[in-house]
Structure formats: structure tokens, C-alpha cells
């Protein structure tokens, strides 16, 4: 018999050619007891894998027997499962079908029991119809490797009807999931190695299915796996070595210029290969990138490159001697190359083979010489600068000298002209080194210096004169001074008072010349000659002073802009508190400027205040009113002085109290205004009993407060009176309109 697979998904599966054995408990003995089992498979044909179910009844037997299934195994029957009856000996069970079409038996046995003491059994025939075309199948045997961090995705095929995909043994890779509905494997791996899994398709119209084991690969990242270390290498020795990664294909790469000198990297193959041309220890950091996945691998490495680098070695030139044959052959520590130089003096010449400077000098002094050494292996160069002192002797015949030995001292923005003096006949003259003072130039044909310095300071260069004849030349190292020219220095001036003697000095660096000023403050003047400020100023405030001095022979100027304070006094106290009848009174008067005197020059104080020559208002008033008067104060010193006009209201005791300042907030014309007067105690009334106020506005007599807008520009001084039951009280008030500013 072929071989069957059971599904249970009840109590017992049972399968095609499978027999269901009912068995229960039977009671006592009934020797004339009948017993039956009976069995009906549904259906009693189909596919091989389609689920069949068993039900029956065993006579004679309750709920809770014992049923056997079994199937033949050649002569003998074989027990697969058992399950339990139900009441009145009911069982169910299901299997399925065989897949190799044909005809199969089953059996169900009761066994004996009790009082019953044989089995009872019933057989019963099924039919396979072989195996169901709609059966699916998982197509796909194997799948594209995955690359950890890399997005993944691949998706399973199969034959069949639509269906659901599931994962039926071991497990995705991290970071992968199943699409249950179209197969796909999707997501990023986050960690390597391999997984080993089984899916599943099971159909959705009839519950069909098939398995599939599979694989994947998740690559990890690159690595860089050769060599741990760079072998070392030898400055002008061919050098070559190979890296190498743990990677898919991929190429190479160093950060720029961090190769050492003659080295470099094939981005291929990951060869260093060359010759270097420095010696050290360098830093070597090579990156592999794959192509497929753009992952990366970094290593730091070392290489160390041993030798000496290349250097000239000669270590200082010797003197010479103007007219007299010269020799220095110089040396290096490299392979064969040429030898290059600059500012050799005229008569010297370096063979570029050999390295020896010779000739017969023409000239003296001292010379910065530049001289440079490339070898041919490596394409290094080594540089070295030298001092070269050539002392005075006789200029060889035929060449010419500058015989000026200094230059005139120029001044910023004055004309300059100078020029230079040579022997020998007609040439050019050039600047080769150094800086001529911005404004200042140097002509070709005559040698004169000219223009109009801008910069100040000290400008070193070199001239040289070539003889057109001859081809020689002779250098010369010269400096012009530039002088700044005038400044003003001094950067403040010291206060000054209202009429009182003033004397200061402007200060400046550069040549004799004179000074100008604009807009002195009345009662001042400056003198041109020495730069005095004086007199007695008249008015108060701070003045901007701009001053400027002129060289005479230059031309050149200075200019400064200041500030002078000139001091007046100022009574700095506006306004005075209230007072009451019967109660002391004391108010300190405020000013700035030097020491004076105050005094009441104008209107009135009230009867029993006094004011001292030190600004005290002190006494007891005695009548009540409000009282307005004017207080000045002069300086003993200067003679200046400064008005303050006041009112000082005072008030019964018992009567309400006005708060407010005398001094209202301005008002602007054409601009809303409001304002409130306050008293204490609260719920009285107000009315204006002399003066009136400005035009536009009006008081509230109920709330105190005075609003509209104002019409006419126009200060006011009024009265206003608050009455509170049978007391009242007065206060003068002052307001100002003011005109509407200009647009």
C-alpha cells in the first residue's frame, strides 16, 4: 500500500485505507445483547490530499469509549490513533485521502469490553482519484545572496491558484520579511551569515499546499584584509605592494595628496606602487568601496620610508673678493641632476652639471643666493638660500657701478624725484627685488625716482643697471623712508564753563605749518600758529569742534574732529511737593555748574516759607492758596545763571488732598489726550475756577479727567477746585499744546 498522510484536526485523522475501531465501556453482561458499529466516510471519493470525514455510532456504548483507528500493513492491522465517543457512542473523524489513485479498505473495531467479550469491527471502501491537479508547487529553489545594510528583495514563484506565503520551519534573516500575500522577501540584513528556512503556499479555494527549504546568504561588510602592516620602503628604490579586501568587486581609493611623494594607488587592483622621493613615517589611509552594494572598508596604515632626504649639503658659501677668480663647487646627498640657481652676483655663473659657482665678480657687497638641486631619478628638488659676501677690490674692465650710496627721505603726498648715478656707458636700469614706496617709480632709461608717495614707512629694494654694449649689469640694495606726514593728536577737550577764562593746547606730530578750525563756540578762537583754543565762552552746551593743521613745506595735512562741553548751571528741580497750613515744610533746590547763590526773583512764597542762598525752601506756611514764584541761581565764579519758576500749593488740614502734579503730560495738537486728575477722599467734583484749558480739551467734573483733542498750540496755566461735601481744595495746574511736529 502506498504511503498516506494524515492530517488530525479533530480528536484523530484518520487516512484513506485506514479502519476506525470504536470501543467503549459496556456494562454488565447481557448475553443476548446485541452490538453494532457502523462507519460512513464523506466523500467516498476524491483527490489524494483532500480531508475525508469519518462518523459512526457503536450501539450498546455511551459517551466515553474507547474508538481505535487502524490501518493494514501487509496481513496485520496497525493502530494509528484513538478517540473518545460522544453520547449515545457517536464518534467523527478526519484524514486524507491517498494521492496514488485507486481503491482503499478501512476498518473501525470495537474491542471487546466488559461482559462483551468479542471485538465488533466494520470495514468500508474509499476511492483515491490519484493526485489533485490543483495541488501547488514552489518553483523557486534557491536565492540571490543578500549583502548586510544593503536594502534586499526577492521574490518566491509557484504554479497554482492565488494563496498565502508563510515561513513553516527556521527563520528569515534579521532585518527580512515575508510578503504573506505576494511572496516577496524584502528588507535590509543586519547581520551576516547564512539562514536556512522552509516556506509554505497554501492555496486559498481549496486549502492546497506545498514547502520548499531554502537558503540565504547575507555577505557581510567588506574588510580590508592585507597586509596588517605596509612593508617599508626606500626614498628612489621602485617600490610596489598589494591590498587586499574581504569584499565583492570593488575599487580603491586614498584621500588626495596623502600618498607619500612618488607613490600612488591603483584603484583596481589596490597596488601602491612608484618611487618615493621623501623619507618618514606617513600615514596611509585606503578605502574599498564595492561596486554592487557601496559598502566600505577603511584601514589606517604606516608606511615608513627609510633613506635620507634629499638636501643640498654644502653648508655656507665662502667670501670673495670684487676682481678676483672664484671657486665653490657645492654638494648633495642624492643620485645625478642639474643644478639651478637665483641672484647670483654679476660675474658668477653656476654650471649646471657640476655644481661649481666660478667667475671673477664684478661687484661687492652682500648677496642672497638661491640655489636648487633636482634629481633626475625622482624628479625631487632640493632648495637651499646662502649669504654671499664679496668684498671691495677693483671692478673687473668693462663693467659698469651705481655709485650713488643712499637715496633722499621722502614725505606722504609731497612730490619726490631722485636719481640714481652709474659708470660706464649707456644702459637700462630695472628693480629686481624688494618694494618702491606705492606713488614712486623707478624710469628705464634715466634711473630717476618719481611720483607722490601715498604710504608712509621704509621701502627696501634692489636696482640693477644693465650696460647695453657690454651685457653687463651691476645691483645695488637702496631704501626710501617715507615720512608719515602731520597728525593731529590730541583726542579730547577738557570742559568749560559759562563765563569763565579757557585755554587749551592742540598737540601734532610732523613739521612746523599752522592750524584752522571751523564754527568755534562764541567766545573762543584758535591760534594758528600754536594751536591754543582760548577765551571765555558765552552759551552752554556741547559743540563739535574740527580742527586741521598743515605742514608749510609739505603740504601734507591733519585733521581732528572733537567735542567741548561748556558748562552752564541748570536748576535741575522742576517741580516742589504740596504743603499744609500748620505743618513744616522743607524742599532741597538741585543744580549743576559751580558754586552760587539761589534767590527768589519773581512772584510770591507762601506767608511763613523763606528760601536761603543755599536753595532750601523751609518754614510753616500759614494760608493756604496756590502760590507761584521764580527762583535763580548764579555762579559766583562766572556769573552765569539759570531760572526756575515754580507753584507750590498749600492746603488746609482736613480738606481733600490733590495728588496730582501741578505739571500735566504735554498735549499735541490734532493727537487724542487724555489725563486724569485724582483726589482723595474719592466721589467729589471738579470745576476750573481760574484760567481755562487749552483749546479742543475739557474736564470731566465727575471723574476728574481732562480729554479731547487739542486745537491750537498753546500753554495754559489754570486752577482746578475739588469739592468733597462741605470741603474743597485748589490746585494750580500747567499743560501744554504743542503744535503738531512737522511731516
Known sequence: MSSLRIRYTSAIAVLAGLLVLTTGLIGPAHAATARSISITPSPTSAYGGVKITYTGTVTHTGSGQTVRLQRKNGA?????????????????????????????????????????????????????????????VITTTSLPDGDKGVAYSATLAKTGGAGTWSISAGALPAGITLNASTGALTGTPTAGGTASFTVKFTTTADSLSDTQALTLLVTPPPTITSPTTLPAATRAVAYTTTLTHSGKAGTWSVPANTLPSGLSLNSATGTISGTPTVVGTFGVYPTFTETSTGRTAFKALSLTINGAALAITTATLPSGTQGTPYSVTLTENGGAGTWSQLGLPEGLALNPTTGEISGNPAVSG?????????????????????ALHLNAGSVPPGYPT?????????????????????????????????????????????GAFSGTPTTPGSFGFTVKFTETSSGHSVSKTFAIYVDPGPKVTTTSLP??????????????????????????????????????????????????????????????????????????PVITTTSVPDGTTGSAYSQQLQKTGLAGTFEQTAGFLPDGITLSSGGLLAGTPTAAGDYGFTVTFTETATGASDKQAYLLHVSDPGSPVISTASQLPDATVGTPYTTTLSATPTGGTW????????????????TGVISGTPTFPDPEIFIAKYTKGSTSNTKAFSLNSKAAPTP
Open 76 to 136: 496485520s492491522w496497525v493502530n494509528v490513533s484513538s478517540t473518545t465517543t460522544t453520547s449515545g457512542g457517536a464518534y467523527s473523524v478526519k484524514g486524507t485521502m491517498y494521492e496514488t489513485a485507486g481503491t482503499y479498505t478501512l476498518r473501525t473495531v470495537a474491542p471487546a469490553t466488559g461482559s462483551l467479550a468479542t471485538a465488533y469491527s466494520r470495514t468500508v471502501n474509499v476511492t483515491s482519484l490519484g493526485a489533485n491537479p490543483n495541488t501547488p
Open 366 to 386: 652682500d648677496y642672497s643666493v638661491y640655489v636648487g638641486f633636482t634629481e633626475t631619478a625622482t624628479g625631487t628638488v632640493a632648495t637651499k638660500g646662502y
Open 402 to 446: 651705481i655709485t650713488t650710496t643712499s637715496l633722499p627721505t621722502a614725505s606722504k603726498g609731497a612730490p619726490y624725484s631722485a636719481t640714481l648715478a652709474k659708470t660706464g656707458g649707456a644702459g637700462t636700469w630695472s628693480k629686481t627685488a624688494g618694494n618702491l614706496p606705492p606713488g614712486i617709480t623707478l624710469d628705464g632709461a634715466t
Open 495 to 568: 570742559d568749560a564753563h559759562v563765563g569763565q577764562a579757557y585755554s587749551v593746547t592742540l598737540t601734532k606730530t610732523g613739521d612746523d605749518g599752522t592750524w584752522s578750525s571751523y564754527e568755534l563756540p562764541d567766545g573762543l578762537t584758535l591760534d594758528e600758529n600754536t594751536g591754543e583754543i582760548s577765551g571765555t565762552p558765552t552759551t552752554g552746551g556741547v559743540y563739535p569742534i574740527y580742527v586741521a593743521f598743515t605742514e608749510t613745506d609739505s603740504g601734507n595735512y591733519s585733521t581732528a574732529s572733537l567735542s567741548l562741553n561748556i558748562i552752564a
Open 687 to 702: 470745576s476750573i475756577t481760574y484760567g481755562s484749558l487749552p483749546l479742543g480739551l475739557t474736564l470731566n467734573a465727575s
